[in-house]
């Protein structure tokens, strides 16, 4: 499997000040196959089972868009009964403390939203965001969890590690000049982004000022994520995303 994205990936008992340092200094940190078997066996299925039922109740949350299906879930909101390791993925400890120490307070909304998101191959790359290199316009921290073994074929993320430092800046002047951020260029032409490939239970860590693009998944390829978005409770108001997170 091809991955020239040796310098962040990092050991699975890596200390959390060490794996929020990586992300300050690339953007990412890299875990391939951090889940077990067993555990990538259960998301799976709740994995089907969230998409499926959100379907069969015409759920408006289900998110319909070019080549898939995205269903964003409100951790606090969750049925822990009925998704019991997705609820315990995405709580857990590391994740927790990786978060706190990166973004600088205790006072965050973990993985306040994870999207369960199926992506079928279609014919040729969709020419639009999020599938170009771009940078969000409001900054989050993301824990990626790839549900099958993933690469550039069947649509791996795709990142610029260290861009995170300059988007940065872009956004924070753009914030502090204007109070917002919606109207800045946040395309990135004309780079090469690496694609973040993994065998089924890859974790990767990395912050939206990175450039990133959603991966394009080729005719006969599948792709099964699950993503978890973080963000500080004072972000979360300063953009009136309050109600992603109760
Ligand atoms: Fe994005």
Do not use: W
């Amino acid at each position: 499997m091809r991955n020239n994205l040796q310098q962040v990936t990092m050991k699975p008992d890596a200390d959390p000040a060490q794996i929020a340092d990586m992300i300050r200094a690339q953007g990412i940190a890299l875990f391939p196959g951090y889940f077990s078997a067993e555990t990538v066996e259960k998301l799976n299925e709740e994995f089907d089972r969230f998409l499926n039922e959100a379907e069969a109740r015409h759920d408006t949350a289900l998110i319909k868009n070019d080549g898939g299906v995205v269903l964003p879930v409100v951790r606090n909101k969750m049925d822990i009964e009925h998704f019991p390791v997705t609820f315990e993925v995405f709580g857990q400890k590391m994740m927790s403390e990786v978060a706190m120490d990166y973004l600088g307070t205790p006072d965050i909304a973990l993985n306040h939203q994870i999207y369960v998101n199926y992506f079928h191959g279609v014919a040729k790359p969709i020419q639009k965001l999020p599938f170009l290199a771009h940078f969000d316009k409001i900054s989050t921290f993301k824990f990626f969890v790839y549900l099958t073994d993933t690469t550039e074929e069947n649509g791996a993320m795709g990142i610029d590690p260290g861009s995170n430092i300059e988007n940065c800046q872009i956004r924070e002047k753009a914030l502090a000049r204007e109070g917002h951020t919606t109207l800045i260029p946040n395309v990135k032409e004309n780079i090469q982004l690496t694609p973040v490939e993994g065998p089924a239970g890859t974790l990767f860590i990395f912050d939206t000022d990175a450039s990133h693009g959603v991966g394009f998944v080729q005719e006969g390829h599948q792709r099964r994520i699950m993503r978890g978005h973080t963000r500080t409770i004072a972000n979360l108001k300063l953009h009136g995303l309050q109600h992603q997170a109760i």
